[in-house]
């Protein structure tokens, strides 16, 4: 079954840090770029972040960029989004996709809430 | 940055009816990389159009999307009551990849 899943998602502290997950199945997911795209509550999408199928070409949204970092194992078939010095603002679901043009595959998505 | 513009916010229409949506971007979209999403309330967004006139895999043929350069168009023909949702447009052509706001269909 092809499909994504993501995990990670939780209250954290104003400056904290949190990793998310998102494991991939039915595909071969070390050739397909992915992506992270979130979405505030009662808000629009925000394209965040993709990562090359090797992880050699990385794109960051001005939002996010010196604080977040994508990463892949392809080993495991799973995609990564390291937040650091996280802020009320990055408060979302937060997505992964497959693709960094059209997304035609997206997970389910997990809750990051910031607040102390 | 390309920025798309959607209109109307809301469109408030009935079964049966045609729902007309549009997406203006500030620059033009290169290649017409513009893609169209459905997302209904607690789920991930689903692609409908790529491509700017590309219909995704399973996605019924009363969808159809038009439109080049900076101006585009996401038409549905006959509303169907599964079809009241919000709809993004999406640019793919440079960087930042950008969505617009939405446009909520709803049923009136």
């Known amino acids: 079954q092809v499909q994504l899943v993501e995990s990670g998602g939780d209250l954290v502290k104003p400056g904290g840090s949190l990793r998310l997950s998102c494991a991939a199945s039915g595909f071969t997911f070390s050739d397909p770029y992915m992506s992270w795209i979130r979405q505030a509550p009662g808000k629009g999408l925000e394209w965040v972040s993709y990562i090359s199928g090797g992880g050699s070409a990385i794109y960051y949204a001005d939002s996010v960029r010196g604080r977040f970092t994508i990463s892949r194992d392809n080993a495991k078939n799973t995609l990564y989004l390291q937040m650091n010095s996280l802020r009320a603002e990055d408060t979302a679901v937060y997505y992964c996709a497959r693709g960094h043009y059209d997304l035609r595959l997206w997970g389910q998505g997990t809750l990051v809430t910031v607040s102390s | 940055e390309t920025v798309l513009t959607q209109s109307p916010g809301t469109l408030s229409l009935s079964p049966g009816e045609r729902a007309t949506l549009s997406c203006r971007a500030s620059?033009?979209?290169?290649?017409?990389?513009l893609a169209w999403y459905q997302q209904k309330p607690g789920q991930a967004p689903r692609v409908l159009i790529y491509?700017?006139?590309t219909r995704a895999t399973g996605i019924p043929d009363r969808f159809s999307g038009s439109g080049s350069g900076t101006d585009f168009t996401l038409t549905i023909s006959r509303l169907e009551p599964e079809d009241f949702a919000v709809y993004y447009c999406?640019?793919?052509?440079?960087?930042?990849?950008?969505f617009g706001q939405g446009t909520k269909v709803e049923i009136k």
């Open positions: 620059q033009s979209v290169t290649s017409n990389y």
């Open positions: 999406q640019q793919y052509g440079s960087s930042p990849r950008t």
């Open positions: 491509g700017a006139s």
